[in-house]
């Protein structure tokens, strides 16, 4: 896979898509920033390869450049000695240092061409780098926390509830039990002397209630009785 298509892939790829999608988001975005920072040197590597091919096209172009001037001082040189063939030879090697030149400088064009776009692929890659590192923090940040939250959530609402559910019924077992032990207790044991008066004053008190209910009914019966022969 070259350079290029490799960086297209990273650079307009949807992090959050991947994220979505991903089991471990943090362990998938680690790996995604370990990918395009490996790309990025390879990208700078790249641009510094074209930069000093420029570099060395320039160095290349100055030399023709004086070559070519060197040449054009020896025809006039010979001129000035009537040495016309000298001339015309000089003339000749001057033209073909220019024809290399004009050669040359066609390769500028995609020099820079390719220079103008490592540039743009390394400010877009930097920019996903960036991003990538903030949602890695983020991403991490949130893990940790989910984790924490779901780990006392399972010890609150598994083990320790279902434990109180087990005791909370223990409880009550031991409750009945006591309550059992009391009411057997009670089986066939006489009374106190304290308990057979209290017996007879609710029943005293009871016989008096009954009797002055009875008493009340029948006065309102006599004056009803009495209100209807009038």
């Known amino acids: 896979m070259s350079i290029f298509t490799r960086l297209s ?39 510094a390869r074209v930069i000093a091919d420029r570099k060395e096209l320039d160095r290349n172009m100055h030399r023709l450049t004086d070559a070519r001037q060197d040449w054009y001082d020896k025809a006039e040189l010979a001129l000035n000695k009537n040495r016309e063939d ?46 990538a590192r903030q949602k890695q923090r983020s991403l991490v940040e ?46 066939g044991r006489e009374k106190s002397l304290s308990e057979e008066f209290a017996d007879l004053e609710s029943q005293q008190q009871v016989a008096g209630d009954l009797a002055a209910l009875k008493s009340k009914i029948k006065a309102g019966k006599a004056d009803n009785a009495a209100q209807a022969k009038k």
């Open 9 to 47: 892939d990273i650079v307009n790829s949807n992090i959050t898509h991947i994220l979505d999608r991903a089991e471990d988001p943090a362990k998938m975005i680690r790996l995604m920033v370990q990918e395009m920072e490996d790309t990025l040197v390879e990208v700078r590597s790249s641009a």
């Open 86 to 131: 000298l001339a015309n030879a000089a003339l000749i090697e001057r033209a073909k240092l220019a024809e290399m030149a004009e050669s040359l400088e066609s390769d500028r064009g995609p020099l820079d061409e390719a220079l103008k776009k490592y540039e743009s692929d390394i400010i877009s890659l930097e920019a996903k780098i960036k991003e």
């Open 142 to 187: 949130r893990q940790a926390s989910a984790s924490s939250q779901l780990k006392v959530r399972q010890k609150l609402y598994d083990n320790r509830i279902e434990d109180v559910m087990v005791r909370f019924t223990q409880m009550e077992k031991r409750v009945d039990d006591t309550e059992s032990r009391v009411e057997a207790a009670d089986i």
